[in-house]
């Protein structure tokens, strides 16, 4: 794990365009006061005060050393954020029986920081919180982005971007705003850079349940352009790369296909 945001050089340029595209909006408002820009000592996140909520997080990662337990851990204000660029409440989102429901999605998985006790803990602050389809967050897309970091971390040091993407505030989203004061998210982004062979990958999900694994190939993204593959394209299996045994069985366990160009 690379504390105290140390900053390796980038091996591409291919994926420096890459963030440049998909941080883009960040720079577009970064004149605008209400855009807060918060350092734990592993990651970062960026803050909408407007929006209440996160829009933007970054973080390095290298190996899993660490299996500490986050399931105690309760949600809290960062210090140093102003009160009304947080939201109201760090309760859970609830709905009533029968509409879709949402948990208190983490933009920067607790797993993936559980070297450090501190780290774990920076991950439960509501400002690393936004509204997550249920599904999509617990077996879903998202939960196999965070698979994927866990995996590649033990074979080369990841560069890891993602954020949120709120939508137009239309009252279809307002389902949290009288509990929480905000307003649903309409997407989650996320892109991962391996340092070793200097690839990257990306999508940008909609925040519904039926964003599942099988849907993951229908939102890769490069340089801000759709992918498009050819369902008949041979895929590689990454369990035939050279691996340790416990990294292989990790990999198995995610599930991880269909993305050779980033896994050769």
Not at 75 to 88: G, I, K, Q, S
Not at 204 to 221: D, G, P, Y
């Amino acid at each position: 794990m690379l504390v105290g945001h140390q900053q390796p050089s980038w091996g591409g340029g291919r994926c420096a365009i890459s963030i440049l595209i998909l941080v883009l909006p960040l720079a577009l408002f970064a004149d605008r006061p209400r855009i807060i820009q918060h350092d734990f000592d592993d990651f970062t996140v960026w803050v909408d005060c407007s929006q209440r909520g996160p829009i933007a997080f970054q973080y390095w990662v290298r190996d899993d050393i660490g299996n500490l337990d986050p399931t105690t851990q309760t949600w809290r204000l960062a210090d140093n954020v102003p009160d009304e660029c947080e939201m109201t409440s760090g309760n859970t989102f609830t709905r009533p029986s029968g509409q879709p429901q949402y948990d208190r999605g983490h933009l920067v998985d607790a797993n993936v920081m559980d070297n450090r006790s501190a780290a774990i803990t920076d991950t439960y602050h509501r400002i690393n919180m936004a509204t997550q389809a249920r599904t999509f967050n617990r077996s879903g897309a998202w939960r196999q982005t965070e698979k994927i970091v866990d995996c590649y971390r033990d074979i080369t040091l990841l560069a890891v971007w993602g954020g949120i993407i709120y939508g137009n505030n239309s009252q279809a989203n307002h389902h949290f705003v009288s509990s929480h004061d905000v307003i649903t998210a309409e997407r989650w982004w996320k892109m991962i850079y391996r340092y070793d062979t200097n690839r990257y990958i990306a999508w940008i999900f909609n925040n519904v349940n039926s964003e599942s694994i099988a849907s993951m190939a229908q939102r890769l993204w490069v340089f801000g352009i759709k992918l498009k593959q050819s369902r008949n394209q041979p895929l590689d299996s990454c369990q035939k790369l050279p691996l340790s045994a416990p990294i292989a069985a990790k990999i198995k366990f995610a599930g991880i296909h269909d993305y050779r160009w980033f896994l050769k």
